[in-house]
């Protein structure tokens, strides 16, 4: 249902009222002890650095969901997983969300089932920075980063009395209402102590198709069906800070999504038409954090956490989702809890020398029980299935100052994780509810890498990194539908990435590029049996590479200009089935070889500020979605595609600023997976206010 633009009014009109103090631009600022380690650091204002997003930036290209906003980096793709899933994804110089590790605050969010995290259900509005460690992350944030690691720094009060609201109306191509996304912060920041509550809701009633979308056989064009989705997140902080050396923070966040998903336009294959909803996708945690100075040369740093992730899957009989009656309709819930914490030790060994010790611990809880077609009178629930995990990481890192500007990296960490309980139900079996063998896993990790640093912010690096991560439960032990052998005794999967890079000024121009070089090993490769099921085998290997440049040009006093481009090459070797399976053709599919974004920042008058940009990608591989796990998978190449945004702020003094803006300008009709076409052009209106 359309809604007219009327019911958004009041949150407009709300944020559009006078601020009563003047707008302080220092309003807030990163929270230190949320950051994990990455080796470029931001530039401040709105500009794009090579490994990190500020909140500047974010709001300026108005990304207001995690995938929208890493689009921005370069080395980063956004995709989606199309199907009956609906799920943003988000691909880091190829390597995938089960390889790059997302952490909210340095906490990692982990699922412990399937780890199918969803990008587009994290908001942006309420966080200081995005840190994106590529290729080497170091491996005292914690195991699992095989491929990089995502982090979300959230907001600390750095004045007295810090407040900030901001409301985005949403309007589809023909200016209709098509949702909103609102965030509050209200902060306090004293000698001693601290307090933050921050607040950010999106609500997403429809998104339009582009203008030329031809008609097809599950979707009419104009509105999107199934498009709608709605997000919210708090967040609660307090903080101690004792003198200048000591913090200790105790911060609280929840977040809630539900979401429907689109059909695939065209295809009339029940595997694929799923009509599936989650009207809950939910993520709970508390944490504390804290540094601790030991004298004048030892830092302590700690982490504890306890999180709870709680998502409702919904398959219904037909696109009415009116009823579950079918033996396709089901609901599965997923309740898991996480708990652990970690411990850093950091020693000034002399004046060139730091030691630095850490210890991860974590303790994973996964439980479900889905009710098949639940709308017929006796249907029950079938038993809880319990799993329980418990992992550990040591790591050790020495950095030595060669001479001023050169210095020297050495880490290494062994990983290790212990299988306790892994419950299936199957009542087709003797004995319905079993436990599946357990199968312990341990790897060693190590790195090195040389920076140099000169004048004008000139620097250059080399770094080579060999890292693990652990199967999933699912890919494990899932029977995906009665399709699939469980494999207990999967091994983890390697990458060693070797990597160059530098920056320079050119005059006022920035100037910073890499290279890098990934090599795969014990990928896993899904082989077919011969009883026709398919089983997960650490067989694969791949070659990932490519280079990375982005470029700042102040033109004029008024006029600055920026740009960034990236290639991704990768190719996978499949490897030998074991004997008595044989393997399906397989290709890596979603990431483009060639993409990039150019914008200007146009002031032609004081307080107006101009934004126009364009963003672009290459064609891309895909797998028809109705053959994605038959007998033979149909893969071919999207087209690439060119999209435009503008924008225009004008502030108004007083912390108040208002903007109009369009985004897929030209109404660009493409696709990032196989039937599942992208939003064509879109308008909005955002109204900021600042204390």
Same mark, same amino acid.
């Given at each position: 249902?359309?809604?007219?633009?009327?019911?958004?009014?009041?949150?407009?009109?709300?944020?559009?009222?006078?601020?009563?103090?003047?707008?302080?631009?220092?309003?807030?600022?990163?929270?230190?002890?949320?950051?994990?380690?990455?080796?470029?650091?931001?530039?401040?204002?709105?500009?794009?650095?090579?490994?990190?997003?500020?909140?500047?930036?974010?709001?300026?290209?108005?990304?207001?969901?995690?995938?929208?906003?890493?689009?921005?980096?370069?080395?980063?793709?956004?995709?989606?997983?199309?199907?009956?899933?609906?799920?943003?994804?988000?691909?880091?110089?190829?390597?995938?969300?089960?390889?790059?590790?997302?952490?909210?605050?340095?906490?990692?969010?982990?699922?412990?089932?399937?780890?199918?995290?969803?990008?587009?259900?994290?908001?942006?509005?309420?966080?200081?920075?995005?840190?994106?460690?590529?290729?080497?992350?170091?491996?005292?944030?914690?195991?699992?980063?095989?491929?990089?690691?995502?982090?979300?720094?959230?907001?600390?009060?750095?004045?007295?009395?810090?407040?900030?609201?901001?409301?985005?109306?949403?309007?589809?191509?023909?200016?209709?209402?098509?949702?909103?996304?609102?965030?509050?912060?209200?902060?306090?920041?004293?000698?001693?102590?601290?307090?933050?509550?921050?607040?950010?809701?999106?609500?997403?009633?429809?998104?339009?198709?582009?203008?030329?979308?031809?008609?097809?056989?599950?979707?009419?064009?104009?509105?999107?069906?199934?498009?709608?989705?709605?997000?919210?997140?708090?967040?609660?902080?307090?903080?101690?800070?004792?003198?200048?050396?000591?913090?200790?923070?105790?911060?609280?966040?929840?977040?809630?999504?539900?979401?429907?998903?689109?059909?695939?336009?065209?295809?009339?294959?029940?595997?694929?038409?799923?009509?599936?909803?989650?009207?809950?996708?939910?993520?709970?945690?508390?944490?504390?954090?804290?540094?601790?100075?030991?004298?004048?040369?030892?830092?302590?740093?700690?982490?504890?956490?306890?999180?709870?992730?709680?998502?409702?899957?919904?398959?219904?009989?037909?696109?009415?989702?009116?009823?579950?009656?079918?033996?396709?309709?089901?609901?599965?819930?997923?309740?898991?809890?996480?708990?652990?914490?970690?411990?850093?030790?950091?020693?000034?060994?002399?004046?060139?020398?730091?030691?630095?010790?850490?210890?991860?611990?974590?303790?994973?809880?996964?439980?479900?029980?889905?009710?098949?077609?639940?709308?017929?009178?006796?249907?029950?629930?079938?038993?809880?299935?319990?799993?329980?995990?418990?992992?550990?990481?040591?790591?050790?890192?020495?950095?030595?100052?060669?001479?001023?500007?050169?210095?020297?990296?050495?880490?290494?960490?062994?990983?290790?994780?212990?299988?306790?309980?892994?419950?299936?139900?199957?009542?087709?079996?003797?004995?319905?509810?079993?436990?599946?063998?357990?199968?312990?896993?341990?790897?060693?990790?190590?790195?090195?890498?040389?920076?140099?640093?000169?004048?004008?912010?000139?620097?250059?690096?080399?770094?080579?990194?060999?890292?693990?991560?652990?199967?999933?439960?699912?890919?494990?032990?899932?029977?995906?539908?009665?399709?699939?052998?469980?494999?207990?005794?999967?091994?983890?999967?390697?990458?060693?990435?070797?990597?160059?890079?530098?920056?320079?000024?050119?005059?006022?121009?920035?100037?910073?590029?890499?290279?890098?070089?990934?090599?795969?090993?014990?990928?896993?490769?899904?082989?077919?049996?011969?009883?026709?099921?398919?089983?997960?085998?650490?067989?694969?290997?791949?070659?990932?590479? !490519?280079?990375? $440049? %982005? &470029?700042? /040009?102040?033109?004029?006093?008024?006029? +600055? *200009?920026?740009?960034?481009?990236?290639?991704?090459?990768?190719?996978?070797?499949?490897?030998?089935?074991?004997?008595?399976?044989?393997?399906?053709?397989?290709?890596?599919?979603?990431?483009?070889?060639?993409?990039?974004?150019?914008?200007?920042?146009?002031?032609?008058?004081?307080?107006?500020?101009?934004?126009?940009?364009?963003?672009?990608?290459?064609?891309?591989?895909?797998?028809?979605?109705?053959?994605?796990?038959?007998?033979?998978?149909?893969?071919?190449?999207?087209?690439?595609?060119?999209?435009?945004?503008?924008?225009?702020?004008?502030?108004? !003094?007083?912390? $108040? %600023? &208002?903007? /109009?803006?369009?985004?897929?300008?030209? +109404? *660009?009709?493409?696709?990032?997976?196989?039937?599942?076409?992208?939003?064509?052009?879109?308008?909005?209106?955002?109204?900021?206010?600042?204390?």
């Amino acid at each position: 249902m359309r809604h007219t633009l009327p019911a958004a009014s009041g949150l407009f009109a709300l944020l559009c009222l006078p601020a009563p103090a003047a707008a302080q631009e220092d309003a807030d600022a990163r929270f230190e002890l949320g950051q994990i380690v990455v080796s470029a650091e931001a530039t401040g204002g709105a500009s794009i650095a090579s490994e990190t997003l500020d909140k500047e930036a974010i709001e300026a290209f108005n990304r207001n969901s995690l995938d929208d906003a890493l689009q921005l980096l370069p080395g980063v793709v956004a995709a989606n997983s199309g199907g009956s899933r609906n799920e943003r994804l988000v691909f880091v110089r190829g390597f995938d969300r089960f390889q790059v590790p997302l952490s909210i605050d340095g906490i990692r969010v982990y699922l412990p089932a399937d780890n199918r995290l969803d990008f587009g259900r994290f908001l942006t509005p309420d966080i200081a920075e995005i840190q994106v460690a590529k290729g080497y992350a170091s491996v005292l944030d914690g195991p699992g980063a095989m491929g990089g690691a995502i982090n979300l720094v959230t907001r600390k009060p750095t004045r007295k009395w810090a407040a900030e609201f901001r409301g985005v109306l949403d309007l589809d191509r023909d200016g209709g209402y098509a949702g909103y996304t609102g965030f509050a912060l209200l902060g306090t920041r004293h000698e001693s102590w601290y307090a933050q509550a921050s607040f950010a809701r999106s609500f997403r009633d429809h998104w339009d198709l582009p203008g030329d979308f031809q008609p097809a056989l599950n979707e009419d064009g104009g509105a999107r069906d199934f498009s709608r989705t709605e997000d919210w997140r708090l967040n609660l902080k307090a903080g101690f800070t004792p003198n200048a050396r000591d913090e200790y923070s105790i911060s609280y966040t929840r977040q809630e999504g539900s979401k429907l998903a689109p059909l695939h336009i065209s295809s009339s294959n029940n595997r694929v038409l799923r009509n599936w909803t989650w009207p809950e996708w939910n993520i709970e945690s508390l944490y504390f954090l804290s540094t601790t100075a030991l004298g004048d040369s030892a830092t302590l740093k700690t982490q504890a956490f306890k999180s709870n992730y709680y998502n409702m899957l919904r398959a219904y009989d037909d696109r009415t989702l009116s009823s579950q009656t079918m033996g396709r309709a089901f609901d599965s819930p997923y309740d898991d809890m996480a708990a652990g914490g970690s411990l850093q030790l950091e020693l000034g060994l002399g004046a060139r020398n730091v030691l630095s010790l850490a210890a991860h611990f974590r303790r994973d809880e996964h439980e479900e029980s889905q009710t098949s077609h639940p709308d017929i009178p006796g249907s029950m629930p079938e038993p809880v299935q319990q799993s329980l995990e418990k992992s550990w990481s040591a790591a050790v890192e020495d950095r030595y100052a060669i001479s001023g500007a050169l210095s020297a990296t050495l880490s290494f960490s062994y990983d290790w994780r212990t299988l306790e309980k892994a419950q299936e139900y199957d009542e087709d079996l003797p004995q319905p509810l079993f436990e599946f063998p357990l199968k312990d896993a341990e790897g060693w990790n190590a790195q090195g890498r040389v920076d140099w640093k000169g004048g004008n912010r000139r620097s250059a690096y080399a770094a080579l990194s060999s890292r693990i991560r652990f199967p999933t439960l699912f890919e494990r032990f899932s029977s995906q539908f009665g399709t699939a052998e469980p494999n207990p005794g999967l091994d983890p999967e390697r990458a060693t990435n070797l990597e160059i890079g530098g920056a320079t000024r050119l005059g006022q121009v920035r100037l910073s590029g890499a290279a890098y070089y990934s090599w795969l090993s014990d990928a896993l490769v899904t082989i077919r049996t011969a009883e026709n099921l398919n089983r997960r085998e650490n067989i694969g290997s791949a070659d990932y590479y !490519g280079f990375e $440049l %982005s &470029l700042e /040009l102040p033109l004029t006093g008024d006029l +600055d *200009a920026g740009f960034n481009y990236s290639y991704i090459h990768r190719s996978f070797d499949l490897g030998k089935a074991p004997i008595g399976g044989f393997i399906r053709e397989f290709r890596l599919t979603d990431v483009p070889a060639h993409s990039g974004i150019t914008w200007i920042d146009w002031t032609p008058v004081a307080g107006l500020d101009i934004r126009p940009a364009l963003e672009f990608a290459s064609d891309r591989p895909t797998v028809d979605a109705a053959t994605a796990n038959g007998d033979a998978p149909v893969y071919f190449e999207l087209d690439g595609y060119v999209t435009a945004s503008l924008r225009a702020d004008y502030a108004f !003094g007083g912390g $108040l %600023s &208002l903007g /109009l803006g369009a985004r897929n300008l030209f +109404d *660009a009709n493409y696709l990032l997976t196989d039937g599942f076409p992208e939003p064509g052009r879109s308008f909005f209106i955002v109204a900021r206010a600042r204390y």
